[in-house]
């Protein structure tokens, strides 16, 4: 039998912060640590990579752990965070945002908290809310993990690139085109300076801002943008990666993109003359 998740069956997990008995509790507590931010770490890679049938019993069972080591640890933090982002994927997100808020005030509660960590989870709780249709609470959560990680002297790091496409990404949806194209821009820099000029996610980046230029109906910029995203997606991942398939169709499609442009403008032209 498989192991359902859900918020109702871990009220307890959200329900306080323990006892002070329980906080102070450590049991061997440099190799429990290390335990958990493995379980924790694999947790979340299951879940970016969709595996969530595996990721269930783990990501449960690394909350269990982390909650009867200390309510009080950033490993419990990280595993609430954790949780709310399988609940996020198994498109629970009413669950999800239960876990994201307890999540938040854990990580802001903490004396030494990782600016980071926090940053992380402010920007995965605000692409939640974005992709629910509320763009303004999204923008809020991701501009508090902007300062956090200015804050910390992360201008250039691969957590402010990805901050960058997210707030893209929020900004789109607001029909602030402007503002996304901005970030976008901004993205594609930030994993330039971090990881360089050839590392994949730069050619996704590119390949994100090359189609918020086709929204915007500018072929001649996109088509480089997504040549650039294409070849350097075909060299670091491959020509049969799916993500550099998806490079190359949206080049291919470009020009088919632009005729359509143009006969729609030449048709509404000639309905008005």
């Not at 323990?18 to 290390?34: F, H, N, P, R």
Request: charge should be negative; charged fraction near 25%.
């Amino acid at each position: 039998m498989k192991a359902i998740l859900t918020a109702a069956a871990m009220g307890l997990m959200l329900s306080g912060c323990g006892t002070a008995e329980e906080a102070g509790q450590s049991k061997s507590k440099t190799g429990e640590v290390a335990e958990l931010r493995t379980a924790n770490d694999k947790c979340r890679q299951l879940v970016d990579n969709a595996d969530i049938e595996a990721a269930n019993p783990l990501c449960l069972s690394a909350l269990e752990d982390a909650r009867e080591f200390s309510e009080q640890s950033p490993e419990y933090a990280q595993a609430v965070a954790n949780t709310a982002w399988l609940f996020h994927m198994r498109g629970q997100d009413e669950d999800a945002k239960q876990f994201y808020q307890r999540a938040v005030g854990l990580q802001e509660a903490q004396v030494d908290a990782e600016p980071r960590a926090l940053a992380r989870t402010l920007a995965d709780y605000g692409m939640l809310l974005t992709n629910g249709g509320d763009a303004e609470a999204g923008m809020a959560r991701l501009e508090r993990a902007q300062a956090l990680l200015s804050d910390a002297g992360a201008e250039e790091s691969e957590a402010m690139a990805a901050l960058y496409g997210d707030m893209a990404e929020t900004y789109e949806v607001a029909d602030d085109m402007e503002a996304s194209l901005e970030m976008y821009r901004a993205s594609v820099d930030a994993y330039r300076a971090a990881l360089g000029d050839a590392h994949a996610n730069v050619g996704v980046a590119l390949n994100n801002l090359g189609t918020a230029l086709q929204i915007q109906q500018d072929f001649d910029a996109a088509e480089k943008v997504l040549k650039e995203a294409a070849g350097i997606l075909e060299e670091a991942l491959g020509s049969e990666h799916p993500v550099t398939g998806m490079a190359q169709a949206n080049l291919r499609d470009n020009d088919s993109l632009r005729e359509d442009a143009q006969a729609r403008a030449e048709m509404a032209e000639e309905e008005g003359a």
